[in-house]
């Protein structure tokens, strides 16, 4: 009964593929967020989506792109992935602005 | 954009002991949240509190709004309290949260 799962929790790839990571919530949620944890813990937001709507675009490269199929849902695909990429990428919800968000158990990007 | 820094980076305490965890912030917010990761990796959240008092269990927390300033209480440690406790904030007029950079706290049997 997970309130929000991401697929797949490890993932290793070479320089330069293209991934997906998919998360799920089954909160009933109206709003999703991708964020990024780098090598020293610090966290940011990438992406936020309300209703399937994008609302908050962080300055993130174009090689990242969020897609919302319903609200439920926000997957990550990730283009021509770099060295700099390599991070933990965790997706989180919550009812709306202003409201506890809650996170999923993050995916371990290495990138070799 | 508003800052947000959390005292102390790391904290290493006896089982049983209590802890004060401070956040500061620059800029008025009409959202502050702790979370809790623990050393698996998983972030849980332990209190909405943009203002007021809240307590749950061992823990609690207080934010001073108009001071710009959280504290979070863990009384009575446990090794299973160990982990980097973060502070996360949103501005007035904005709608995303923003980390500080934690503390780290170790809690010794």
């Known amino acids: 009964d997970t309130a929000v799962s991401q697929t797949p929790k490890y993932l290793v790839t070479q320089m330069g593929n293209d991934k997906s990571i998919k998360c799920e919530q089954n909160?009933?949620?109206?709003?999703m967020y991708w964020y990024k944890q780098d090598s020293k813990k610090f966290l940011k937001i990438m992406f936020s989506?309300?209703?399937?709507?994008?609302?908050i675009n962080e300055t993130v490269p174009n090689r990242f792109s969020p897609k919302s199929p319903d609200k439920a849902h926000l997957n990550l695909h990730i283009n021509s992935l770099e060295l700099g990429d390599s991070a933990v990428y965790f997706c989180?919800?919550?009812?709306?602005?202003?409201?506890?968000?809650?996170f999923g158990d993050g995916t371990r990007l290495s990138i070799l | 954009g508003i800052q947000v820094e959390q005292s102390p980076p790391d904290l290493i305490l006896q089982e049983g002991a209590n802890s004060t965890l401070r956040c500061n912030f620059s800029?008025?917010?009409?959202?502050l949240q702790w979370f809790h990761q623990n050393p698996w990796g998983q972030l849980i959240n332990l209190f909405y509190?943009?203002?007021g008092t809240k307590q749950n269990g061992r823990l609690s927390a207080t934010t001073v709004a108009t001071e710009r300033y959280s504290l979070l209480y863990i009384s009575s440690s446990q090794t299973t309290d160990s982990g980097v406790y973060f502070c996360?904030?949103?501005?007035?007029?904005?709608?995303?949260?923003?980390f500080g950079t934690g503390t780290r706290l170790t809690i010794i049997p």
């Open positions: 989180a919800s919550s009812l709306g602005a202003e409201q506890p968000q809650h």
């Open positions: 909160l009933g949620h109206d709003t």
């Open positions: 989506y309300n209703n399937k709507e994008l609302i």
């Open positions: 800029d008025s917010v009409n959202n």
């Open positions: 509190i943009p203002s």
């Open positions: 996360a904030v949103e501005g007035l007029g904005n709608e995303k949260l923003t």
